[in-house]
């Protein structure tokens, strides 16, 4: 048999070496996806100092890039001894769509839409019983005329509160079945001309975009408040560096989108922790970063009256019951570190974290330029991996103080340290 290794029995010990020591454990990951032949590892960290609407949390982080969590950990103390980070819920309403062909006229179908609306609610409400108890289900059905721009083109565009679920596969769940109504409603309709009977069910999906399930999180204070920055810069310096740098990130979406990117640091490494979507909330994000026709940081900051605010909106369509949230292992830990919170203050602290990544990123490239703060993390991964001791780690530390840090700058350095001692 054909191997792509090189090596293939070393290939298979490392393999192996990751699955859980644990059968059962390994079965519950395994059954997360096909084809599993090991785990792939990722960083666990938690960043503590967050203080989001009065209430101390330490956030759960998966990332496998360093500085990141160091950043938030640090944004959030900074926060925390300025009032801590305020949050809001704007909205949580979330979306699903049955697109369809229908080849009658368009104004008989918007007449008879009230009714297949109440077939659709009466159809679905086995599906519903638990979700209105719990105080959600349905909350809008509308139609929706596409044919202008594709012949016979409709949709059914229904939105859901999902309470502390995700709620995709409720949403798909009632989606498919509205399809079956609409079917059903339009053969049995005997006023219908044959034409009008039938219809042409293209898809039944949630829509990822969910501009209406958003939360917004902000930090404010005085600017003197703020203190002295690195190369002694002064508050209001940095306040309106700041804010410019915010402004350039409005303005150009090829700064937008690294400046988003800074941002989705902070969310993904959550949202990864806690089980939930990453693809779905970064697509939504972006999506939103562009409602407007050009795509823009998701942050925002203004100086008014001597006072700096910084604040981000977003969707963020999340759960804490269902999907992965509870069944992956270390999903649920983490869910427990945020005292098990539910969907609405999960939403928070996600969007808390993005903003304190974005204050982060964006306090250190108007002060000291991003590259101090990632060398020092590089070069401690560098020390690591040549299982440098502490004295030589001082050693090469103070030497690449005011020197820029390469790996083979690193090695030949800790070479030399190691041949004087
Ligand atoms: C790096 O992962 C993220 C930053 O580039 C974000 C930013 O530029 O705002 C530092």
């Given at each position: 048999?054909?191997?792509?290794?090189?090596?293939p029995e070393?290939?298979?010990?490392?393999?192996?070496?990751?699955?859980?020591?644990?059968?059962?454990?390994?079965?519950?990951?395994?059954?997360?996806?096909?084809?599993?032949?090991?785990?792939?590892?990722?960083?666990?960290?938690?960043?503590?100092?967050?203080?989001?609407?009065?209430?101390?949390?330490?956030?759960?982080?998966?990332?496998?890039?360093?500085?990141?969590?160091?950043?938030?950990?640090?944004?959030?103390?900074?926060?925390?001894?300025?009032?801590?980070?305020?949050?809001?819920?704007?909205?949580?309403?979330?979306?699903?769509?049955?697109h369809?062909?229908?080849?009658?006229?368009?104004?008989r179908?918007?007449?008879?839409?009230?009714?297949?609306?109440?077939?659709?609610?009466?159809?679905?409400?086995?599906?519903?019983?638990?979700?209105?108890?719990?105080g959600?289900?349905?909350?809008?059905?509308?139609?929706?005329?596409?044919?202008?721009?594709?012949?016979?083109?409709?949709?059914?565009?229904?939105?859901?509160?999902?309470?502390?679920?995700?709620?995709?596969?409720?949403?798909?769940?009632?989606?498919?079945?509205?399809?079956?109504?609409?079917?059903?409603?339009?053969?049995?309709?005997?006023?219908?001309?044959?034409?009008?009977?039938?219809?042409?069910?293209?898809?039944?999906?949630?829509?990822?975009?969910?501009?209406?399930?958003?939360?917004?999180?902000?930090?404010?204070?005085?600017?003197?408040?703020?203190?002295?920055?690195?190369?002694?810069?002064?508050?209001?310096?940095?306040?309106?560096?700041?804010?410019?740098?915010?402004?350039?990130?409005?303005i150009?979406?090829?700064r937008?989108?690294?400046?988003?990117?800074?941002?989705?640091?902070?969310?993904?490494?959550?949202?990864?922790?806690?089980g939930?979507?990453?693809?779905?909330?970064?697509?939504?994000?972006?999506?939103?970063?562009?409602?407007?026709?050009?795509y823009?940081?998701?942050?925002?900051?203004?100086?008014?009256?001597?006072?700096?605010?910084?604040?981000?909106?977003?969707?963020l369509?999340?759960g804490?019951?269902?999907?992965l949230?509870?069944?992956?292992?270390?999903?649920?830990?983490?869910?427990?570190?945020?005292?098990?919170?539910?969907?609405?203050?999960?939403?928070?602290?996600?969007?808390?974290?993005?903003?304190?990544?974005?204050?982060?990123?964006?306090?250190?490239?108007?002060?000291?330029?991003?590259?101090?703060?990632?060398?020092?993390?590089?070069?401690?991964?560098?020390?690591?991996?040549?299982?440098?001791?502490?004295e030589?780690?001082?050693?090469?530390?103070?030497?690449?103080e005011?020197?820029?840090?390469?790996?083979?700058?690193?090695?030949?350095?800790?070479?030399?340290?190691?041949?004087?001692?």
């Amino acid at each position: 048999m054909e191997t792509f290794f090189k090596n293939p029995e070393t290939v298979m010990r490392e393999l192996v070496s990751y699955w859980h020591d644990n059968e059962d454990q390994q079965k519950i990951l395994d059954g997360f996806s096909e084809n599993t032949i090991s785990n792939f590892p990722m960083p666990y960290g938690v960043a503590p100092n967050f203080v989001i609407d009065n209430r101390p949390y330490c956030v759960p982080m998966v990332i496998e890039e360093s500085s990141v969590v160091a950043a938030a950990s640090s944004a959030a103390k900074f926060w925390m001894q300025r009032g801590g980070i305020k949050t809001e819920i704007v909205g949580v309403k979330k979306i699903g769509q049955v697109h369809f062909k229908w080849k009658g006229e368009s104004n008989r179908l918007f007449g008879m839409f009230d009714r297949i609306q109440e077939r659709l609610i009466q159809d679905t409400a086995s599906l519903t019983e638990k979700m209105n108890q719990r105080g959600g289900g349905i909350v809008g059905i509308e139609l929706l005329d596409f044919t202008d721009l594709e012949e016979n083109l409709y949709q059914i565009k229904a939105s859901f509160h999902t309470c502390d679920s995700m709620g995709a596969n409720f949403i798909n769940s009632i989606l498919e079945q509205f399809a079956e109504s609409l079917k059903s409603f339009l053969i049995e309709s005997p006023s219908l001309k044959e034409e009008e009977r039938d219809v042409l069910i293209v898809m039944c999906i949630l829509s990822n975009f969910t501009p209406e399930c958003t939360v917004r999180a902000e930090v404010s204070c005085p600017i003197d408040e703020l203190g002295m920055f690195p190369g002694k810069m002064d508050s209001k310096t940095f306040a309106e560096k700041f804010e410019t740098a915010v402004k350039i990130a409005h303005i150009d979406p090829y700064r937008a989108t690294t400046h988003n990117k800074g941002i989705f640091n902070g969310i993904d490494a959550v949202v990864l922790a806690t089980g939930n979507d990453f693809r779905a909330v970064e697509a939504c994000g972006h999506t939103y970063a562009a409602r407007d026709g050009q795509y823009r940081s998701l942050s925002h900051c203004d100086i008014k009256h001597g006072i700096f605010r910084f604040w981000l909106e977003i969707p963020l369509a999340v759960g804490t019951v269902g999907g992965l949230t509870k069944l992956h292992p270390m999903a649920r830990r983490s869910l427990e570190l945020l005292g098990n919170p539910s969907a609405e203050e999960l939403m928070r602290v996600i969007a808390a974290t993005g903003l304190a990544q974005n204050f982060a990123a964006v306090k250190s490239l108007v002060t000291t330029g991003i590259q101090k703060g990632h060398m020092k993390m590089h070069l401690k991964n560098i020390l690591a991996q040549f299982n440098a001791t502490k004295e030589e780690a001082e050693k090469v530390k103070k030497h690449f103080e005011n020197v820029v840090v390469s790996y083979s700058g690193v090695r030949d350095f800790l070479d030399k340290v190691r041949l004087e001692s």
